[in-house]
């Protein structure tokens, strides 16, 4: 089982560009939760998909967005990057239907904003 | 509103002593409550988890919480800390309905020989 899997795991961009980052769920999970940890702090919670349809969302602009595939995988965009959108995006994966079980989490994706 | 408070932001602990780390929650039902562990660029690995029943909690390497309800706490010990357990350390809390996830600053920890 390869656990959650992020993809890239480094990436610089230039303020205003766009990115996309991609996250393959694990084995059997069907609920992707994505968060955005800045240097320093505790990771934020940014959206949640299951279904294919954002069920949750944190306090994050509509600069944000994501996708959820049929395969479950899932890809959150940001659109317009500022500075302050330099962060590690954790990725984490549960099945939907099991109470009592824990989110596993990805290894992240380092974004910096130049 | 969920959220977590974790007091101490750093904390230097000795190889062999024993470690507490702190975490109080906010949360109007009862939560599910977690600890995390992060190395410096990785990713999150969970230490352990309280979702109901006995209220200490058994951990990997060596780990183990208490949740206290009327204190609204769910402290992090280890008896005997070893090197490799310099890391980050971030309490959550959820609730299983929606598995939000709320976390807190988090503590660093480091060990001295």
């Known amino acids: 089982d390869a656990g959650v899997t992020q993809s890239p795991t480094h990436l610089i961009k230039t303020r205003g560009q766009q990115v996309t980052l991609r996250c393959s769920p694990k084995?059997?999970?069907?609920?992707v939760s994505w968060y955005q940890q800045a240097l320093g702090q505790g990771p934020q919670f940014i959206f949640q998909?299951?279904?294919?349809?954002?069920?949750q969302r944190g306090n994050f602009p509509d600069r944000f967005s994501g996708h959820q595939f049929p395969n479950y995988s899932s890809e959150l965009n940001v659109n317009a990057l500022l500075l302050g959108d330099s962060a590690l995006y954790l990725c984490?994966?549960?099945?939907?239907?099991?109470?009592?079980?824990?989110?596993?989490f990805g290894q992240g994706t380092r974004l910096t904003v130049v | 509103a969920q959220s977590v408070t974790q007091p101490d932001i750093h904390i230097t602990v000795s190889e062999g002593a024993s470690l507490e780390l702190r975490c109080n929650y906010s949360?109007?039902?009862?939560?599910?409550l977690f600890w995390y562990v992060q190395s410096p660029g990785q990713g999150l690995q969970l230490l352990l988890k309280?979702?109901?029943?006995?209220?200490l909690v058994q951990g990997i390497k060596g780990f183990e919480a208490e949740f206290k309800r009327s204190q609204s706490s769910f402290n992090l010990r280890k008896p005997s800390v070893h090197w490799s357990d310099a890391a980050e350390y971030f309490c959550?809390?959820?609730?299983?309905?929606?598995?939000?996830?709320?976390f807190g600053a988090g503590t660093t920890v480091t060990v001295r020989a």
């Open positions: 984490a994966s549960r099945r939907r239907d099991l109470m009592n079980t824990e989110a596993f």
């Open positions: 084995s059997g999970h069907d609920t």
């Open positions: 998909y299951y279904e294919e349809e954002e069920r």
């Open positions: 949360y109007g039902a009862t939560p599910y």
């Open positions: 309280y979702f109901s029943g006995d209220t």
């Open positions: 959550a809390v959820g609730a299983w309905v929606d598995y939000k996830l709320s």
